[in-house]
């Protein structure tokens, strides 16, 4: 890959995939010409209930995805490590993700790190019953096979 390609970061747990997914890392994938996946530690998922797979795993399923050239599990304490190694031109964050556009643009130029911050689109359900979301479809299955 040349030096003036485009790297673009895209994060998240990933536990049981969905379209929703595939549709936010095929947004971020648009927007540059090699896609880096940070997928979040079980141990750092506080804002939410923690995975039911394995990290690893969820690491596994995002790297065999068309989009995504690499995929990488997240640092254990730092959010930033993984970002400075891999020097992106732009963050893609999630339609509904928490974190917030200006705090992490603070903390890239705090860090030197020459990166923009984009916010990708969600995506609705295309039918009736299409579930674009782990927690619906892991309730889903807690009330059809539990
Ligand atoms: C720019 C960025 C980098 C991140 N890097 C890491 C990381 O290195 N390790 C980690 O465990 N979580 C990391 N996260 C956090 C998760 O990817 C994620 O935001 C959160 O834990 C799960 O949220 P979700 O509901 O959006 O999937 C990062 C988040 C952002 C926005
Ligand atoms: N319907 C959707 N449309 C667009 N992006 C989505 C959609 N669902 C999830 N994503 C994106 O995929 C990334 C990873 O999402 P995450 O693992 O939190 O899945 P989730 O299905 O939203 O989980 P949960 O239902 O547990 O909140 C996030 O950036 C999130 O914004």
Redesign the pocket.
């Given at each position: 890959m040349s030096d003036d390609a485009t790297t673009v970061i895209?994060?998240?747990?990933?536990?049981v995939l969905?379209?929703?997914?595939l549709?936010?890392?095929r947004e971020a994938a648009a927007m540059g010409d090699v896609l880096h996946v940070i997928i979040a530690r079980r141990e750092n998922v506080t804002h939410?209930?923690q995975p039911v797979l394995a990290d690893r795993q969820r690491r596994d399923m995002i790297a065999a995805l068309d989009p995504v050239d690499s995929a990488l599990l997240g640092d254990r304490e730092d959010i930033f490590v993984p970002i400075e190694r891999i020097d992106p031109d732009v963050i893609v964050?999630?339609?509904?993700?928490h974190h917030d556009e200006a705090g992490i643009e603070h903390a890239l130029t705090e860090r030197g790190i020459d990166c923009t911050v984009e916010r990708?689109?969600?995506?609705?359900p295309e039918f009736d019953d299409e579930l674009?979301?782990?927690?619906?479809i892991?309730d889903r299955i807690c009330e059809q096979r539990c």
């Open positions: 895209a994060q998240g747990t990933f536990d969905h379209p929703g997914h549709h936010y890392l939410k209930q964050l999630g339609h509904d993700q990708a689109s969600g995506r609705e674009l979301s782990t927690g619906r892991i």
